[in-house]
């Protein structure tokens, strides 16, 4: 029998592990992996690996494991190749989309589909040539505003700045758990020790949530918001910012600033602090805090998301860190250089070209943006024609 390593990604989430693998070939020729570790000489998680990874072996060896396509003949099942499976579909597809029209088709995309980057960089591709409207993701459950906010600001909806968290000497999390999610959009596998590297520095971690959530715990600092509340404390901060002077200038180019600091003057901490249920002497402790630090971070993430006031959130949480000088800059939030860079290879997205069929909600990217916590859905006034 003899054993081979592989180096791998884990893409069961977006902290995308390094993991080593170990095979052995058995004398018949058939593989079995036999360990699956955290890859310590991966510059990027080091050696962290969760049980989720450990367990792909599982999957792998499944007797239940599908190693072909399947067609449903009545009650059976019967194994069918590829190119078989590949025609059926092109066929049943095109057929349902000529006969019921383009948005009889839905898509929804989940997290392993798209941390995998065969699918990542191609199924765009695929789902253009689909056309169809009804397109749902992980990204339009929970994190459509900060795609809209960058849009919006930035130019691009990908164009998503992350917390420099292994340099910064303040972090503040708003609606986050980064303990349970790895760190959702900000991709940080071994989270907790980067957490807790900030506190060992000198700095600290500040966690705004409704809930002592696993985070809160390790935390400097939990302020608990009343839920939905988010909105209302980050605009006594950037408000506290402006008027106690806290502010620090950007190299970046900014439009607008005045005209924000105009509209949020009666935004203090004292008139928001009834809105979240945080006291006004702890909101504005917490802007000076933010701001005396050399480098400062604000993240907001599923929490400030999935809520009423999620776009005005992040749009919030970006005009903090803009305004305190910690937008691209290390230690604050940093635009990405990946290898694959959507940013310059992709459109920058779309907003309110449609409306969604049910509820009326305007799409962004082609998802629709399902929001049922909200209100119950209704029929849109104009009649669903109009809105497709
Ligand atoms: S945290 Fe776990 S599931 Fe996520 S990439 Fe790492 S090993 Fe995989």
Redo the contacts with the bound molecule.
Sequence with gaps: MSKTLHHRA?H??E???GLTLETTQAHDGSLAITSIKGDAQDSF?RG???P??VALQDIQNDPDRLHQPMLRVGSQWQPIPWEDAFALVAERLSGIQARHGQNAVAVYQGNPSVHNYGLMTHSNYFLGLLKTRNRFSATSVDQLPHHLTSHLMYGHGLLLPIPDIDHTDFMLILGGNPLAS?GSIMTV?DVEKRLKAIQTRGGKVVVVDPRRSETAAIADQHLFVRPGGDAALLFGLLNTLFTENLTRTSHLPVEGLEAVRHAIAGFTAEAMSSQCAVPSEQIRQLARDFAAADKAVCYGRMGVSTQAFGTLCHWLVQLINLVTGNLDRVGGALCTTPAVDLVASTGGGHFNRWQSRVSGRPEYGGNCRCRPWLKKCSPPATGKSARW
Excluded: G, V
């Design positions: 884990c069961l989430c902290a995308i592990c998680s962290h690996i969760c989720k990874a790895n596998p």
